[in-house]
């Protein structure tokens, strides 16, 4: 069942931008809306994403500013915030909005800046990443956000095996698929002995392990089902679903199941009808290579405990049976934090319209986005599929 | 309801170097850390009771870029008392917690700039 | 037509407190769960506004935490950020949620602390609510927030006549509906002449023309028309109207008409079928003196020009024919940013209820909120009635 | 499209003590700052333009509790230069400014603790 469709992508790259937010959004904004050809007077609603302009920049109320540097002031507007899960939350609001009726086409993005261009170097966003994390039962012990994964990953290893090597793994396969494309902050091939000769950031993980501190903006419009067909190359919604667990760590069951994920994944499977074998391909969040091996055993990819040698037997390149990431993943496309969640969405509608370029994959005709937020206590999952 | 245990009595205690979790007075559950509804079975009101201070390690990391104002290196763990969990700040004399090791409770650590206080545990 | 219904709502005192913000947000979700005497089971939803907790406490991602403290971990959730008007855009979307069958029930609320609790103290505090602002083409100019709605006034008192005089009968009047509010931040009455011997903060705003900086929490559960029968009290929202606006001041035509207001208005009045005429009070965004002026215009209380006399004249006293902010408003009750929208629904309902005690006005049956984020550029007007 | 009229072309502008505005190509208005699309036509691209170097004091206001790292008391305004507005800092050596004086711009104030310029006016 099609809840929604995608008919317009706009994308910058990812990587160092100067441009204010709006002007950076707006790039992605104005190729999403000639993408899909429409009318700025047909687009009633925009949901927009932003995660941490406040604390880089002294920059808030966006969704107004930004409607008006595209020439969209008076529009609706809301801006979300849930972590790095912030924008896929905006899409999945916008999703269930058209599809109820509430809105025939809207526009969806984001939009963040990370990098030093803000004026703020590895310290202080470590500190505002660390937001994300309890203020009062987690801040105070100095963990990081490598950290919060680091302890997720480092129990993975000692109830699965999951090896350092195997983690590596991942990074040398989402460089692999950065260098087709073009949009992707790192460009270049690693190796597992340069991601393990890496320094470490938060054990297991070196430096490698880890996405960048990118800029960039990500941009959709998302229409009813109905009004898709007077567009070009409409993709669908098939599911969407979002769950958040529990917060701090120490309050969760298992801490590694990333529960909201697997309870995201069965509300998108079952409103799309399908199963993960049926699914061929996804964008999942690996904001470190740990947390890409967590997320292809939730969302149903490979059995619990599989992940890490799946990694390493190349199962998820863009040439083995089960794709994961093929732009790049958080690990080279780079991750601007409120813009990765519709970043993964331009992702799987070129794809699935067959326009990935270097990066195609073999004719897909189903795959799902996984963006998550903090601890993975917010975790959103999109399915889309080809028009039928 | 008795008084109610939240942020204030957990971290006053943990300044005198007193550890409390919180117990379920419905499903006897305890938790690491106050929360005002028991996540388990709903109820409202976890009593303070003090954590077992000895336990082991569940998971643990190795902090190299710490925030700032934070002095980096350092081991951030999650510890396991009884059947309560809380994230903590893990020290050791020589080598490196490894998870399943035992651990003692060492009292609050104030490392965070703004003062405020975090558990403490020793490796045994 | 009843949009959706308000079946319960639950709100701290607005003031200076040091409880974390879960906390704080919890004693007011508690009290509204309590007072609809709903099921924690039977809601589907969590729709959360707080505006800044990441510039003044390093908090974000509260969603997931907060759920976890009211026993609601699990839940989809999502936080908004929209200025001023935060969590009456939370409202909004969960109004249009349960209106379309998105969701039965929902949980709608909002917390913030801007009191030097936070440990930010003016200086830093204008600095964050500066952030509301263009980045670019206002903030390097060292315009406040007190700034904003300065120029505001400067040009309507210009245009009409408006006197300082009148705006301090603003601040007197809220002060006084203040006193009959347990839950206001000030509970003291005001003078004319107390107001005009307060120093400067942005002429023509006196430090009395300025509400306070406030912690609080407010919380509602909205339903939808079919389910509210079920519940004992519900107020029904007939009509919810969200609209935003040119930013920055420079691109706007006509910077004291408040455009996205009357535009929200229209929209609101033409979902409920009303008319300003037929509503019988409402509860206004007095951030500042001059801004309850505005607005009252903006709403269609008094013709554009006549706010000014209307407020010296006592006509929206308690006991005046338009009655505005019987809560006090922001100047009195306070304004704890992502709590106030919320606090706003919390009040009409209260009134529509016949429950609000010593500040009760006589027998309204229809009631109207406004919120406003940033010089305007986002407001959201909300129209609530005794169910019929 | 010429070369986009953003905020680098604004800025560097007024770095240099020039005031340019976004001239849209389509209907002709004139706004004093940048702006990808035209708000009264929704033409894309504006061409930078010179504005008006005198002009009137559309409204202002004396801000004496000023942000952390600006000196205060100081007054900013909304000035109008022929079809354009834009917020400003206005300087007068005695008095204050009143809506509809003349002011004349006077460069760019880096008054901001992040030192992002600003426009600079003088009251006549
Ligand atoms: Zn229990
Ligand atoms: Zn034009």
Chains 1, 3 share one sequence.
Not at chain 1, 285 to 296: N, P, Q, R, V, Y
Not at chain 2, 45 to 65: K, N, Y
Not at chain 2, 66 to 81: A, D, Q, Y
Not at chain 2, 84 to 101: F, H, K, N, Q, S
């Amino acid at each position: 069942m099609t809840r929604a469709s995608v008919v317009g992508v706009g994308m910058t790259t990812f990587g160092v931008h100067d441009q204010p937010l709006p002007e950076l959004f707006g790039q992605a904004a104005l190729d999403a809306i000639d993408d899909a050809g429409v009318m700025p007077g047909d687009i009633d609603s925009f949901y927009f994403g932003n995660a941490m302009g406040g604390q880089t920049e002294n920059d808030t109320h966006l969704a107004p500013t930004l409607a008006t540097e595209i020439g969209l002031a008076g529009i609706e507007a809301q801006r979300f915030e849930d972590a790095c899960a912030t924008s896929a939350n905006a899409f999945k609001n916008a999703v269930e909005a058209v599809d109820a009726g509430i809105h025939d086409t809207v526009l969806v993005g984001g939009v963040e800046r990370c990098t030093p261009e803000t004026g703020k170097g590895t310290g202080a966003m470590t500190e505002i990443f660390a937001s994300a994390s309890h203020r009062q039962y987690e801040q105070p012990t100095g963990l990081t956000f490598p950290g919060v994964f680091a302890l997720l990953t480092k129990r993975h290893m000692h109830d699965y095996g999951t090896t350092e090597r195997q983690l590596a793994h991942v990074a040398v396969k989402n460089h692999y698929n950065g260098t087709n494309n073009p949009r992707a902050h790192f460009g270049t091939e690693t190796t597992v002995e340069a991601v393990l000769d890496s320094p470490i950031v938060a054990d297991p993980f070196h430096l490698m392990d880890c996405c960048p501190f990118s800029d960039g903006a990500a941009a959709v419009i998302v229409t009813s089902d109905d009004v898709a067909d007077s567009y070009d190359e409409p993709v669908d919604v098939t599911g969407v679903g979002q769950a958040t667990g529990r917060v701090p760590l120490g309050l969760k069951s298992d801490i590694h199941a990333t529960q909201p994920a697997r309870d995201a994944t069965a509300t998108a499977y079952e409103q799309a009808d399908t199963t993960a074998e049926a699914v061929d391909f996804a964008e999942v969040h690996d904001c470190f290579t740990g947390a890409e091996i967590l997320a292809s055993e939730a969302i149903g990819f490979f059995e619990d405990g599989d992940g890490g040698p799946a990694a390493e037997a190349g199962r998820t390149a863009a040439d083995g049976d089960r794709p994961i990431n093929p732009s790049g993943g958080l690990k080279a496309k780079g991750h601007p934090i409120g813009a990765t969640g519709v970043s993964q969405i331009v992702e799987l509608t070129e794809q699935l319209r067959g326009d990935a370029g270097a990066r195609q994959l073999d004719d897909p005709t189903r795959g799902l986005a996984h963006n998550l937020g903090g601890d993975a206590a917010t975790t959103v999952i999109s399915v889309l599929e080809v028009r039928g | 309801m008795t008084d109610a245990f939240n942020y204030d009595a957990w971290t006053s205690a943990l300044e005198r170097g007193e550890l409390l979790g919180g117990r379920c007075q419905s499903c006897e559950t305890t938790f690491g850390t106050p929360v005002m509804v028991c996540p388990d079975c709903s109820h409202r009101g976890l009593a303070p009771t003090p954590l077992a201070e000895t336990g082991t390690v569940h998971t643990v990391t190795r902090i190299e870029v710490p925030p700032t104002g934070f002095e980096g290196p350092f081991f951030v763990g999650i510890v396991e008392l009884e059947d309560a969990r809380l994230t903590a700040r893990i020290e050791a004399d020589d080598g490196e917690p490894e998870i399943g090791d035992s651990v003692t409770f060492a009292g609050g650590l104030s490392a965070a700039p703004d003062g405020r206080v975090a558990p403490l545990f020793r490796l045994d």
